[in-house]
């Protein structure tokens, strides 16, 4: 539980905070986070040496709209004579608006070129595909050439990306009308594909189950963005596309920042839906009791086929599959790029007595390339169903959230199941598992921290998404419960290459000497793991956050320990600092207003110390805490935490700081959580949840925040790259 006397503290800590700045409370109006700092502007190009679309008038006004509500002029032409290095060099993107066939002549190809290579922004809507065949460069620029569409239908888009700003609106799936483009090539390996189509939901799709459609990659200095969507006139008057194309635009105009780098599109050895097929023959969804999601790949017969466009062959070394049978039984045949592509390998299915009994089947793959293809042979009938599967491969170097970004994470729940009884979760006076004593419900419902297989497993691959690098683990004293869990969850934050600092919080009878020791004995259990935190640009030292730095007076004991640690305290009254190695806030509210931070963060780059201010997405605690007076800060579909990230990134608010810390990665019963809330909570207990956050809804809505804090993570490393840069 948290403690009592430290949640107190905390409230006083923001109450203070709020009679600083309530003014300034008021959340941020929708997208401003999302808007340019500073007017940009946009050249428009619509020629068409080929099939024109009646859509390119709806498009230009649809630009210059979203130009006069985001900041950006809006430039329109027809002319390539417009394509010199003089004027390109007046413009941060050039939108190629459904163009078709030669446009350019040799040197305007050569100042295009130059000037994307050059740092300038390119964005490709529909038929700019359809274009320049002639100049192999353009190939690369706009990621593929268009090769063939069946007729406009509806088709089922599908979001890879819910992080960058052109579909971190969009839910994961999105039903629309267009004309669908097929390819020359698959883009995948060059690009970051940020949208693909569900080649089963329409007629017509020819890319063997991997689809692309909407794309971004940097090109050398410079960044490309291309969507095929955009063939009709209602398109534009879509919001949901017209975000989508200012996402874009202002992606490639370096307005914002986004991870364009080649998408990697396997998710790992985690598990695969083996109904969540993206292309097929033959086969249905069916129902089983017992199945994961309710579920089965059902109705096989011999001959019939699915495809995974999300599961990458590559690197692939065995195939494991939970399967039932009421039927003939039969063989899963594994093959590379298509049904009928090389064969990986194969496992046989026995009958298993029912189609609600289920059992493991493994089998061992040699190397493929391209994505994942099920071909199902056996008798006559039909022959077994697949729940899941799995494909694994020798674990590569795992790549490494921010150093920079630090959430604060809490081990200290319990459950009868683990721990013996209910542990925190009652706080407040309720009685889990539906009622707790948070005003969100986890989507894991009431978990142990002990359950190392479990839920800190799922809570590492949640992390490793958000982009965060390091978490901040509170920590109770020498001993303690925090302390016995220490070890496991080390070992599985090192499984995901994530990091551990330390918040000691105060337990009773610690003192600046007692501090001291406890970074010694940290240092001593726990230092060798490869997933202690080290800071590389501080002097390769551990970092110890010290929640309630201000209840000692005498901190001169850690002068023992500065050279070799990063001692940080939490205050912004730079008088009370002396001996600690770093400042931060950890205050879920005060972020709304930052107050202090803009001198803290001068103080502490003047000083030699580390500032680390604290964003929340919101604070609420009425059900941990009955009859709390205390302000709330609530979370307004998202706002509240951008305006947080957004004041701690204005050096003129913010103090221009080392780190940024997030409160909180789970501590619910301060309702801070970043961890993906229940969209569907136990009914009758006024639950919250994150509903509406950022334009997702339902399912979808539960990770919005891991998803924005990877938006976050990514602006706050390219100004500090920017920064670096300057110096």
Known sequence: MRRQLARRARHIACAAALTLGTALLAPAPAGAAAAAAD??????????????????????????????????????????????????????????????????????????????????????????????????AYEHLVGAWFKSHPAIQQAKVVTEDHAHPATVHLDDAWTRTDEWYNYRTDPRDDVHVLQSLDESSYTGGEMGGDHPITWCHPQQQGRSFYTGLGHTIESYGDPDFRQLLLGGIQYAAGAVQADCGATDPDPGDTAVEAESYTSSSGVQSAAHAGAGGGATLGYIDNGDWAGYASAETAGATSF?????????????????????????????????????????????????????????????????????????????????????????????????????????????????????????????????????????????????????????????????????????????AARHGIKVAWHIEPYSGRTAASVVDDIAYLNSTYGDSPAYYRDAEHGNRPAFYVFESLRIQDWSALDAVRDSAIVLAQTTDTTKVAHFGGIYTYDGIAGATAPGWQQAGAYAKANGLVWAPSVAPGYIDDRAVPGNTTPTLGRDDGASYDLEWSNALDPAIGGSPSWVSVTSFNEWHEGSPIEPASSTPPAGHGYQTYEGAYGKTGAAAETAYLDRTAYWVNRFEQQRAEAAARR
């Open 39 to 136: 007017p940009y502007d946009v050249l428009v190009f619509s020629r068409t040496a080929g099939f024109r679309h009646d859509s390119i008038p709806a498009g230009i006004t649809a630009i210059q709209e979203l130009g006069g509500s985001d900041g950006f002029t809006v430039t329109a032409t027809e002319d390539a004579g417009a394509f010199t290095p003089q004027n390109l060099a007046g413009y941060e993107a050039v939108v190629f608006l459904s163009t078709t066939g030669d446009v350019l002549d040799t040197a305007q190809q050569d100042a295009l070129s130059a000037y994307v290579d050059g740092g300038g922004g390119f964005v490709g809507v529909h038929a700019a595909a359809d274009t320049e065949y002639d100049w192999p």
């Open 320 to 492: 494991t599959a939970r399967v039932s049978s009421a039927g003939a039984g039969g063989t899963v045949e594994v093959h590379a790029g298509s049904a009928t592509g090389p064969l990986l390998g194969s496992v046989d299915v026995a009958p298993t007595g029912g189609w609600e009994t289920f059992t493991e089947v493994t089998g061992a793959l040699t190397a493929g390339s391209g994505p994942l293809f099920l071909k199902f042979t056996g008798g006559a009938g039909s022959l077994f169903d697949i729940d899941s599967f799995t494909l694994s491969r020798e674990s590569p170097a795992v790549a490494e959230g921010s150093s920079d970004v630090h959430l604060f994470y809490y081990p200290w729940y319990g459950t009868p199941e683990t721990n013996g009884s209910w542990r925190h979760w009652e706080q407040g006076g309720h009685t889990p598992p539906d009622d707790i004593g948070a005003d969100l419900y986890p989507k894991l419902g009431p978990y142990d921290s002990g359950d190392i297989a479990g839920a800190v497993e799922q809570h590492m691959k949640w992390i490793e998404r958000s982009g965060a690098g390091v978490i901040v683990y509170s920590w109770w004293g020498q001993g303690g419960y925090e302390d016995s869990l220490a070890g496991q969850v080390l070992d599985a």
